[in-house]
């Protein structure tokens, strides 16, 4: 079984498998006409549940034969121009390559003696993208697996720095649009529930700054204490851009540390005529942002930035084993010191040869791009009078609801809409997300993908009304 082992002796062996599986995977990119195959759960369960892991098949090929059957050709391809879902982008070569090279080499990223030149490299990055929001001199921060986890630091950190007595006197503000991983973080740092204070949005989804102020006031009356404000660039939802310098104002006044969620609006860190959406970034104590939305990155490829360094203390602990105190002193640069983590992918390579293949400009305008095409399926929906279209696009979200000419009620509207997504997912040939708003049923358009075009917008949108028409047609037989 040794000879399964990467080394010198099997280098050759290692390049001959990587290449066959590079193989498979080109070749189903090249070949795949449809974003999914149409597969359901009963269909591949029993194929993956028939598998007897006790009994190898004994060589890669083989095991890349079986891999297609059971993976490869049912895949969901983000590749795709009409795959346009969720905040999942077509990555990059040059990322691709870093990937390749981490996995092989398997730097562990918690301390110098494991990663030596990925953690400098890791560093830089991290210097570069503060650097790109304006957090100042003393910014750092650390690569993390995801916005999720990069919001749970920084509400840490947050509930650290705040001077509390009981738990139950902090008050967490966001937005009713903000991430769902707000509401979690605090429940993991032990905040209850009524912690979170979720604040009304506008029209146009973004936080209502004067309800912010009035919820600020109101808890300094009742004496408890604003440990956090939480501002969203790019919801989840709606890609709504928060009122930043409105929100830094209201936080800095009344002692509140500012966090932003960028995990998705961040891709306009690299915009050569969009970084002026994220203005007031600059005023934050600590910022999300994840490559793997709009840097083009394979996942994970994420990040929390902070404005002081030494606010990432409260995330250290020493081991003897790992980083005793005597390494601070000899200056030895353990990333371990900043993360949540221990053993940590060196995910940071994928971003450095991106930027140093492409640059900050390419990835930039990639993402300007679909920012653009967003706009352009806005006129569409907004012409279109099948559909009633949500708000217009900061980034590159649409939210809409297929609307019947005819005469039908609200909730047959939402099974309508309910049933062309799950039409459509099941066809394969294109894949669209949901969502509620006001508590009726939407249909969502996430776009990344700069090979998507405004026409393959609009025969998603055809294949959506056939789909409706065709289950409100049937229903209305039936009920007949």
């Not at 290692?14 to 290449?19: A, F, L, M, P, Q």
């Not at 939802?237 to 006044?253: H, K, M, N, Q, V």
């Not at 993402?367 to 399926?377: I, K, Q, R, T, Y």
Request: with cysteine; net charge negative; charged share 20%.
């Amino acid at each position: 079984m040794r000879s399964h082992l990467l080394n010198d002796v099997t280098a050759e062996q290692y390049r001959r498998s990587v290449t066959e599986g590079v193989e498979r995977v080109a070749h189903r990119l090249a070949t795949t006409r449809r974003p999914f195959s149409g597969a359901t759960p009963d269909a591949l369960a029993p194929r993956i549940s028939a598998v007897d892991l006790d009994r190898p098949l004994g060589d890669s090929s083989a095991a890349l034969d079986e891999l297609s059957g059971l993976y490869l050709d049912d895949a969901v391809y983000f590749h795709h121009p009409r795959y346009l879902a969720h905040l999942n982008c077509p990555v990059v070569i040059p990322a691709v390559v870093g990937e390749a090279v981490l996995s092989a080499v398997n730097s562990s990223l918690d301390t110098w003696d494991q990663s030596t030149g990925g953690t400098l490299i890791e560093r830089r990055l991290i210097e570069w993208t503060a650097d790109r929001a304006g957090l100042g001199p003393a910014a750092d921060g650390v690569f993390t697996s995801g916005g999720s986890q990069s919001n749970l630091q920084a509400l840490l950190l947050a509930r650290e720095e705040a001077k509390y007595d009981d738990p139950a006197q902090l008050r967490v503000f966001t937005s009713e649009s903000s991430h769902f991983s707000v509401e979690k973080s605090a429940k993991l740092l032990g905040l209850p529930a009524r912690s979170v204070v979720s604040l009304p949005t506008d029209r146009e989804r973004r936080m209502q700054t004067v309800w912010l102020a009035a919820e600020l006031e109101r808890c300094a009356a009742e004496g408890l204490v604003p440990m956090a404000v939480v501002a969203t660039a790019g919801t989840t939802d709606f890609g709504s851009i928060d009122p930043l310098p409105e929100i830094a104002e209201l936080a800095a006044r009344h002692g509140a540390w500012m966090h932003v969620d960028a995990a998705y609006g961040c891709g306009l860190l690299a915009s050569p005529t969009r970084r002026h959406l994220l203005d007031g970034i600059e005023r934050a104590d600590s910022v999300t942002v994840d490559y793997h939305k709009s840097f083009f990155q394979p996942v994970s490829s994420s990040a929390l930035l902070v404005r002081d360094t030494a606010t990432l203390r409260h995330a250290t602990h020493h081991a003897e084993y790992l980083n005793p105190r005597r390494a601070v002193a000899e200056r030895i640069p353990n990333q371990v010191d900043k993360s949540l983590q221990t053993t940590r992918r060196f995910d940071a390579l994928k971003l450095w040869m991106t930027l140093r293949v492409m640059g900050a400009d390419g990835v930039g305008q990639l993402f300007d791009e679909v920012c653009e095409l967003a706009s352009a399926g806005f006129a569409l929906l907004a012409a279109d009078p099948r559909y009633d279209v949500v708000v217009s696009p900061a980034l590159s979200t649409l939210v809409f609801r297929y609307i019947p000419a005819d005469a039908t009620g609200p909730h047959a509207i939402d099974r309508a809409n309910l049933h062309a997504r799950k039409a459509l997912f099941a066809s394969g040939d294109a894949v669209v997300a949901g969502t509620s708003v006001d508590g009726r049923q939407y249909l969502k358009f996430t776009l990344l993908n700069p090979e998507t075009t405004a026409e393959d917008i609009a025969a998603v949108l055809d294949l959506i009304a056939d789909h409706a028409e065709q289950y409100l047609g049937e229903n209305l037989v039936h009920a007949s």
